[in-house]
């Protein structure tokens, strides 16, 4: 279909829900791309106006809209969705709706089902519910979808909730014995005994907790009595609820369409035909479907019904397009961190002490490329130190690889240099669970690196390093972006020195020391780890050199926190000020272990000592 203009016209549907967001265009070529979460309940007007402005620049211009939201029940709430979007598409006709009937949409009627028949899809991913539909559309009911306070039964978040709280009923009551799936439950969350739970658990978001169905599935595989019970019980109570939904639709004994959607059913094939069994024990006539495809185009539907279309009544075509003009995120075959090393094509059939050589001759040449950045390294530390003295934090941003190393250098100025700790911060694509866990997309998602300096409040007296070996990362882009929106200081540190970037997104520094290809075709941990390990270290201990926490090469800010370090203050004390170490001991304990103010106490005052304060 072409428009007057000469324009092909383009349905665009959005699902918007608390794990994220998916946008899918449809008219010519089909454009999918992912977003952070929305969920209406948890976003303001002015943040989902942003939300949707961020859609609206990734995706074609559409002819209508079709929406399906997370936390959307009323009028007034779609009412909300619509305003939004009319400043995100000025002039495109929106069809706004909640998640649950764009998913109804998505999913073909089952044969045996009437048109006229009756529909209940049965959601069970981090949150639960199952809403069902008459299939006149006049009539809905929805059961469910409280919210894991009250509600969510058979849900990953009840599931994981369960987890937890039987392998502590099982370790008090059976001989304090640690079952399998808590020694499960302890590898997965990198504890290290079951009373870390506690301060765990107390801080462990939905999600979190949700994520920890993944170790009951893999315990119930193996025939883990605790883990048969939580989803015996979880399967019994989504059955209870869906046919529960069937009864208030009015379907009596006739069929019903029983359409299973969720991370938990979708993922899980041998819990949804669980599932799909107690249903039918229930519902004798029921019809069990899995959602085959995804829910998005049940919002596509809504866009093509908004512009008096319906699905299958046109194909579009759409003219090619120009070629993209390569930018900061695209093009990865270009960067050196992708490309093959030819002294190591052979590295699979390489003797052991042979490959052992190779890799510390490939280390050894990260020196030498870091030394030829070197006034740029320099350049970043002024600038680092220029904000932290105007009473501005280090950001430092990154997925994988790269953002562990962050986070682990930020976590390390505390204890070392007695900084606040919010004065140095580590910030990882997919937060506290991929630090040690991958976490699928999250590196892609240029939304969610603005959105997380966004809740930070980053401003002008700020700097951000962005930290991404091939230096195409949209998370890390994204957080730069605004931080230069936000008029912040910006560095990006990359190992890409042919990266093309456009002026209006340039950071203020960009340091791109070519340390070549991996040894490892693209695994970046190991060359590009090490050097941007190596810069972190140069960036912070020498900011805080020149911020007075460092005496000739003494760390007279230490934390004392512990016995070595305590120790080490003793030392420190005694090398300042020439006393013998009782006497460093004593001060240090009138002084709260405070090296600096122990010091001061002995009448010898460090250089520096009270210059900066954090």
Known sequence: MTRRDGSTAVFLGIEAGGTRTVAQSDGGERVRREFGPANLRLVDDRQLERHFRGIAGAMPLPVSLGIGMAGART?????????AAALAWPGVKCHATHDLETALLAEPLASPIPRSGYRV???????????????????????????????????????????????VFHFDHDRKRWPALGQRLLRTLALNEPDDL????????????????MDVFAEWEKGDRIAVDILEGAAASLSIDATA???????????????????VLLKQPRFASKLTREIKKLWPRAVVTPLRRESVWGAVELARRKFGLREGALRLQRPPRPPARVTAEAGLALSPTEERNPASTHLDRLPLSQAIDLMLREDSKIPAALRAERKRIQQAVELIVKSLK???RLFYVGAGT????????????PPTFRTDPELVQGIIAGGQTALWSAVEGA??????????LNYRAVGRKDIVVGIAASGRTPFVWGALGEAKRAKATTVLLCFNHRLKIPRAERPTLVIAPRIGPEVLTGSTRLKAGTATKLVLNMFTTLAMVRLGKVMSNLMIDVKASNVKLRDRAMRIVCAVTGVKAAEAEATLEKADWNVKEACGRLGAMPLGFGRVRF
């Open 75 to 83: 009028e007034q709430d779609r009412a909300r969705i619509r305003r």
């Open 121 to 167: 899809l049965v959601v069970s991913g981090t949150g639960s519910c199952c809403f069902g539909i008459h299939g006149n559309g006049k009539r809905s009911v929805k059961i469910g979808g409280w919210g894991h306070i009250i509600g969510d039964k058979g849900s990953g978040f009840e599931i994981g909730l369960r987890a937890l709280k039987a392998v």
């Open 198 to 213: 506690i301060a765990w658990a107390q801080g462990a978001g939905k999600d979190e907790v949700a994520a920890l169905a």
């Open 245 to 263: 939904c069937a009864q208030a639709l009015g379907a009596g004994r006739q069929p019903v369409q029983f359409i299973l959607a969720g991370s």
């Open 390 to 392: 105007n009473g501005g």
């Open 402 to 413: 790269s953002g562990r190393l962050g986070v682990l250098d930020a976590s390390e100025c």
């Open 443 to 452: 590196e892609d998602d240029r939304l969610a690196g603005a959105r997380v």
